[in-house]
């Protein structure tokens, strides 16, 4: 989150959780600034691991710069998003995060085989390059998805 609107965000963003029942691990700025929902410090190393629980991280950053640090530090490179009114802001996340797919204003929760039109999914790949043995061109192809959306979530 960025420094700018984490004062007037992070409230919002507390009450929301809290009613559904999320926790919020929050590192030195969000612990000063939290609002109704659980709140513990965030450690470290759990910057690194997904929650398979009602569970967020919630960090401060300066800036796109440490924005785009934060992911390339701890992220899948699966699936990204940002929420912005900034176009410029949005293109250069959409360029610089290297992820498979890269959402502006939209959930990530979009990124699905049957959402993209590839039918059901066999697997996941958060590889760039998964063949093996002798390939063509087709096999050394790679594809980032770009979702843009206005506040669009998937239930």
């Known amino acids: ?21 999320v926790t919020l691990h929050g590192d030195e700025t969000v612990m000063q600034l939290h609002g109704p929902a659980k709140l513990v410090p965030l450690k470290p190393e759990k910057l690194d691991n997904e929650f398979l629980s009602l569970d967020l991280n919630v960090v401060v950053v300066e800036n796109m710069d440490g924005a785009i640090a934060h992911i390339r530090e701890h992220g899948t490179q699966h699936s990204d998003a940002i929420l912005t009114s900034d176009m410029h802001n949005a293109a250069r996340f959409v360029n610089e995060v290297d992820s498979a ?9 979009f990124t699905d085989g049957g959402q993209f039109g590839l039918g ?36």
Not at 1 to 21: C, N, V, W
Not at 101 to 109: K, L
Not at 136 to 155: S, V
Request: hydrophobic fraction near 40%; aromatic fraction near 8%.
């Open 1 to 21: 989150m960025h420094q700018d609107i984490a004062e007037r965000f992070l409230p919002a963003l507390s009450k929301q959780m809290a009613e559904s029942g």
């Open 101 to 109: 797919a890269v959402y502006v204003n939209a959930s990530t929760r």
């Open 120 to 155: 059901a999914e066999v697997a996941v790949s958060t590889q760039k390059l998964h063949a093996r043995g002798p390939m063509g061109l087709e096999a050394l192809t790679t594809y980032k998805w770009i979702g843009f959306g206005d506040g669009t979530i998937r239930a």
